[in-house]
């Protein structure tokens, strides 16, 4: 029987390090970042239908465009047109269904894992062909985070974020993430970084060598000293009460406390299962955030779950 749908399951990330520079030639944000996966996943179902659509499932369902703004819908367009491009097959219209756990505007990369998701499900669903370097162009193209989707793990991002060489690690950690049902604009909290820091348009970001070390041994407590962010200052003059989540989490036995991304997601490197479960408690009853969940690193990225 012919393969009907594929689902894959794709990683939400957060930023170990991200030091923001000045404009490119587009007028993105030169980035140096660290990105790391970790196994808050949204699953990606595509089938053929008549005509183009999506559909959000699960708690976020309301907050998730399903015009055709949706960044998955575009993946598969996208990918599609590109088959057809290059004398590949030509695919017909399908339906995606995003079974969403990834919350949205977070900071966490939800829609740009889903769009990495769906290309890989389009590609997979139709045998179109694409390699990775043509699947990571196609990325690009939706989104500075979306080739990293398509990677995972753990990776080093320069360019605007989308240039993206795997970190070989096989560290895993513990994470803590409190969610704020406020999102945050991405592009406002880099507006806001550039009217903070007007110097940063002579800023040149590297990585940082010492987390890349630390990220060898693996060991949480060489690492939580070292994660850093660029974008919290600006996030937290946005979205103040974000400071408050900080504090109950560092004084409540996170390692490390941080926002994540572009916020408002504060993600916190905890020392144990048993410490992230007594952290959720803690973060829960202090009412300062909405929303809280685990994780633990995941290893890869967007990748086929279940073909039917
Ligand atoms: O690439 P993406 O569509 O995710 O970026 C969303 C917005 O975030 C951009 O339009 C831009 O305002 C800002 N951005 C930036 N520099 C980057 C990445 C994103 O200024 N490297």
Redesign the pocket.
Known sequence: MPTRQVTVRTPAKVNLDLS?GG??EN?????STIFHAVDLVDDVTVREAPDWSVEVLGPYASVVPVDDSNLALRAVKLIAQWSERRGGPCPPAVHVSIDKSIPVAGGMAGG?ADAAGALVAMNELFDLGAELPDLTELAAQ?????PFGLVGGTALGS????EVVPVLTSAKYHWVFAMHDEGLS??KV??KFDELFPESAHWEPTPNEDLLVALRSGDPGDLAPLIHNDLERPALELLPRLQQTLDTGRSNGALAGFVSG?GPTVAFLVESRTSALDLMVALAASGVCDNVVSATSHPGGARVHTVE
């Open positions: 923001v404009l490119d007028g993105f944000h030169k980035l740009s939706l989104g500075s985070d979306v360019g605007r974020g989308d991405t592009p880099f507006r572009s």
